[in-house]
C-alpha cells in the first residue's frame, strides 16, 4: 500500500502539490487523473522517491520511498519521455534494468518484445514515439516490482497496443502482487481500466475513490413527469447534483443506486422515465462542479 | 538492496555508456605520452647530436615531465581537458529532466550513483595513464636513459599527474552541480578554475595601476596566495618542476582542494533539486550573490586590461572600462540565467550592487583611502631599511635567478648609522611621490625603492622619487659599511666553483678569454674584491673604467629553448649564463696587477686605423634642433641628421672617426647613473667586428 502523507512540493514558487494525501490500495490499478499541470508527474515523482517533498511522506508498506533502496526495488517509475542511452538497443537497456533491478525477469521482457514485434537488436533511439513507450513499458513490467508507475505512459500509443498492455496488466495482477498506477489526462482512457481512481487539480488531490462505488451512487435520470407538484415532489425527494431542463424533459444527475431513482421517477407517474450510467468524465464534472471547480474548460 | 556485485556492474555499465571516451582517452593518452616520448627522445639526440652525454643528461632531467606533463604542454593541457570531459559527460545527466527520472527511479541511493559515476571516470582516465606512464618508462630503459631512481621520480611524476588530474576532476564535477545545464557547468568550472587567482591578481593589478609609490620587491600575499587558491593555478604549478618532485605545500593545497571539492560535490549531489535540471544554477537563490561576486573582479580585471591594450595612461580609462564592463558583465551573466535578450536587466539591484562594488573599490584606490601612497612605518617599527636607486639596475649584475625573490635578494638593508638618514631620505620621498618622471629629465630626483623589515617580521617596499644629491650622501656614507658593500656587490655573492670562463674587456669592448687556472681565478677576484672595498663613492659614481670583467658560470635556474624538426623543447637544468659589469677602475691596483702578472694588459686608448665606422646616435634634442651637440668636434662628413633618435648618423671618414675619438669615454653609467649626462652614446665597429662597449660622449 502506498500512502501520501500531507505532500507538498513547489517548484521556483508554483506550488505543484498542495497537501496531498492519499492511499493506493494494493492489487488494484489506480488512475490519477486531472489537466495538464495538475500536478500528476510531480505527484508520481514523489511516489516513486525521485522528488524529495518540501513537506510530508510517501510511505510503502509503512516505509518511507525516498533513498530507501528496499523500497524503491518494488517500483518502477516509467516517464512520459523515456530515457534510454544513446546507442543502446532493447537488449542493452533490459541489461541494465536487470542490473538494478534484482528482480527483473529477462525471459518475460524477452517474450513480450516478440509479441510485441519489437526489433531487441534495433537502436532504441530510432524507435518511434510510440514504440519507445512500448519498450518502456515492457521494461517496467519485466523488471516485475510490485508497483508499475506510469506517467502518461499510455498516450500515444495506438488502440491495439493499449489493449495489449491493459490484457498485460491484468495477466501480471493474477499473477503476483502488481499495482500499476497510472496518470493521464484522457478519462476516456482509464474509464474501462481503472478500479481505483484520483482527480488532481491545480496541485489538490480533489479525492480517490472507487470506480464503481462512483458509478453506483451516481446515475442520470430523463422524466417528463406532466404534473408541476408531482415533479416538485421528485425533484425534493431526490439528491439532485445537476438539473438541466430542455422543454418538459428534465435531464437530472443524482447522486444514489439507479433502481432506487427509477422507483422514485416512476412513483410521480412520468409520461417517460429512464436512468442512465454516467461515463467517468460526467462524474468528475459533476462532482468537481459540487466540489466547488468549474472544469469543463480543461476536461474538454 | 543494491550488493557490492551490483556496483561494479553498475561501474562497468557506465564505463560501456561512455565507451567513446574511454577509447578517446586511451588513444589520446598513447599518443601523447609512450609515442610521444619516442619522438622526444629522437629529437633531443638530434639536437645534442654533438654531445651524446649531454642529451642523455638533459632527457634525464626531463623524463619525469614526459608523464606529468611538466614537459609536454601537449599532455599537460590534455590532462585538463581530459578532466573536465569526464566530469562533464559523467554528470551531465542531472542536467536532463528525462535523464534524471531515468537514474534517480532505479532503487539505489543517491550517494551510490555518485560513486558509480565518479569512480568509473577515474577509471576511464586513470587506467589508460598507469599503463602509458608504464610503457614512457619502459622506453626510458630501452633507450638507456631510465635507472631505478628516475623510475621513482616518474612514479612520483605520475602521482602529480593523476594530483593534477583530479583537481580539475572534481573541480569540474563540482561545477556540474552548482548548475542545472552542460554550458553553465563548463563556464562555472572555468570560473572556479580561476576565480581566486583572478581576484587577488586583480588587487595587485590594482595597486600597481593606482599607487604611485607601488614597487613590488617580492610577491605580495596576494600574489602569493593566488598560487595556493585556485585550481588552475595549483594544476599550472603542480607541473611546473620538472624534476618530478614539486614543492611539498603545492601538492598538499592540491590534495585539499580536491578532497574539499569531491566533499561538497558529494554534499551537492545528495542535495540537488531534481527540479534544477534545465535551470542555470541549481540553487536559483544563489544567482545574485554569484553575479557579483563573478562580475566586480571581471570587470576590474578587464578594465584594467583594456586600459594596457590601448595604452591609456591614467587611470582615468580603468574607472570608465570598470564601470562600463561590470554592466556589461552583469547583462551577460542575466542572459546566461535566462537566455532571454528582453531580461538582462530583471534583476538590475544585484547588478546596481555590483556596480557599486565596482565604484567603491575603484574610489578606494583612486583617492587611496587607506592611505597606501603615504604610508612610512613608524620608524621603532622598523628592523632594517634598504635602498635600491634605479641605476643599480644598469649598474649591477647579480647572480641570482630573475624570478619571485630576485629584487628581494638584490635590495640591501643600509647599516645602522645611515638608518635614520635613510629613513628621512623616505619620507621626503613620499611629499614628492608622483612625479616618477623627474628621475628622467635631469631635475635632480632619482627614482629610489625602499624596503622596509618591520620589527614583527613583515616586509613590504615603496618607491619615490628622492633627492639625487641626499641619495649619494646615504650612499657615500652605507659604503663606508664592508658589509654594505659585500652585500651590495655582485662579486662577493659569485658562487666561484660555478665559474666556467672569465672573460676581459677593455676599451675596445672586445671580451679575451683570460686563461687562467682556478687558483688564478680565485687570486684575480680576491684582488678585485679588495679593490671593490677599498674604491671610494666619487670612483664609483664618476670614474671612468678601463675595463671590466666578465664572469661565465653555470646557473642552475635557466631555460632554453631547443628546436629540432618537428619537436620543441624546453631544456632545462643547468646552462652558462654570463654576468658583465665587474667594472675596472684605474684604482684597482690589485686587479691591474694581478691582470698584468697573467699577462694581460688592457688598452686605454682606441687606435683610430682599427675602427671601420662609428654609429653616433644622438638625442631627441639633438634631432630636434637639427644640429649636432656644440660640444662634439666639427664632423664634416656629417650632412644630414637622422629623423629619429633610434636611428644612428654613420661615420665612416677617417677625419671625423679620429675627432670623434677624442670625445668618447668607457660606456659605464656609474653606481648612481650619473656619468652620461647628455645621453648620447656611440658604437664603435671594428675591422675585426663589433666591440661590445657602447661609449659616451664627453
Known sequence: ?300 | MISKISFTKLIIKDIKRRGWLAALAAAGLFLLMPVYTMIHMDSVRAAFAYSPQDALESLYGRFPGLISGATASVLHIALFVLALTLAGTGFHYIHSREKLDFYHSFPIKREQWFCTVYVSGLIIFAVPYAICSALVIAAGYANGIADPALTWKCITAFGIGLLSFLLIYHTGIFAMLLTGTTVTGLIAALILSVYCSVALNMITSLKGVFFEAYYPIAPSLFEKAAVYLSPAALFSHLADTVSGYPRLSLVFAALLFSAVFLAAAFLLYKAYPSEAAGNPLSFPRLAPVLKILISVPASLSLGIFINNYIGASGTKWIIVMGMIMCILICCVIELVYRLDLAQIFRSWKSSLLSVAGVAVILCIFQFDLFGYDTWLPKKDALETIGLKPFSFDSYFQYPFPYGDSYELNTTVPVPEDCRDMAYGLAHSGISGSGDLGAREDGSGKMYTVFYYELSNGCKTSRAYSVDTSRTAALLSQALDDEEYRRNLFPVFHLDRSAIRSLYLYDIYGLPETLSLSPDQVNRLLDAYEQDVLAADAGTLRYGTPLGELSVELLDNYSETEISSGAAAIESVGQSLANLSGFYIYETYTNTLSCLEEYGYTLQKEIDPEEVSSISLYLSADSIRKGELPDYLPALPSVTELPADEFTPVLITDKQDIRALLGNITYGCPGILDERNEKNEYVEIEFRTGYGFNTYYLE
Open chain 1, 1 to 300: 500500500m502506498i500512502e501520501l502523507k500531507e505532500l507538498d512540493k513547489s517548484f521556483h514558487g508554483i506550488r505543484a502539490s498542495d497537501r496531498i494525501s492519499a492511499v493506493i490500495q494494493d492489487g488494484m490499478i489506480f488512475g490519477l487523473i486531472g489537466a495538464n499541470g495538475a500536478g500528476k508527474s510531480t505527484l508520481l515523482r514523489m511516489a516513486g522517491g525521485i522528488l524529495k517533498p518540501d513537506h510530508g511522506v510517501v510511505l510503502v508498506d509503512g516505509e518511507p520511498v525516498f533513498e530507501n533502496p528496499a523500497v524503491k526495488s518494488q517500483i518502477c517509475f516509467l516517464s512520459d519521455s523515456p530515457y534510454f542511452f544513446q546507442n543502446a538497443d532493447a537488449v542493452q537497456m533490459r541489461d541494465y534494468y536487470a542490473a538494478v533491478y534484482p528482480s527483473f525477469d529477462r525471459e518475460l521482457f524477452d517474450s513480450l518484445t516478440r509479441k510485441f514485434n519489437l526489433d531487441p537488436k534495433r537502436r532504441a533511439s530510432t524507435f518511434s514515439k510510440g514504440m519507445k513507450k512500448q519498450l518502456s513499458l515492457l521494461l517496467g513490467i519485466a523488471s516485475c516490482t510490485r508497483y508499475l508507475l506510469c506517467d502518461e505512459t499510455f498516450d500515444g500509443l495506438d488502440p491495439v497496443v493499449r489493449q495489449a498492455v491493459k490484457s498485460l496488466f491484468a495477466a501480471e495482477m493474477m499473477k503476483r502482487d502488481f499495482t500499476p498506477v497510472i496518470s493521464s489526462h484522457n478519462l476516456r482512457e482509464l474509464e474501462d481500466f481503472c478500479d481505483n481512481v484520483g482527480l488532481l487539480y491545480n496541485g489538490r488531490i480533489l479525492f480517490t475513490k472507487d470506480l464503481d462505488q462512483i458509478k453506483s451512487g451516481i446515475c442520470k435520470l430523463q422524466c417528463v413527469i406532466p404534473d408541476i407538484r408531482r415533479e416538485q415532489q421528485l425533484l425534493k425527494e431526490l439528491k439532485i447534483l445537476k438539473l438541466e431542463r430542455s422543454g418538459s424533459l428534465l435531464t437530472l444527475t443524482v447522486r444514489g443506486g439507479r433502481e432506487d431513482t427509477l422507483k422514485r421517477a416512476e412513483s410521480a407517474d412520468p409520461l417517460f422515465a429512464e436512468v442512465l450510467p454516467l461515463t467517468l468524465e460526467e462524474i468528475f464534472i459533476s462532482e468537481t462542479e459540487v466540489a466547488g471547480y468549474d472544469i469543463k474548460d480543461f476536461l474538454y
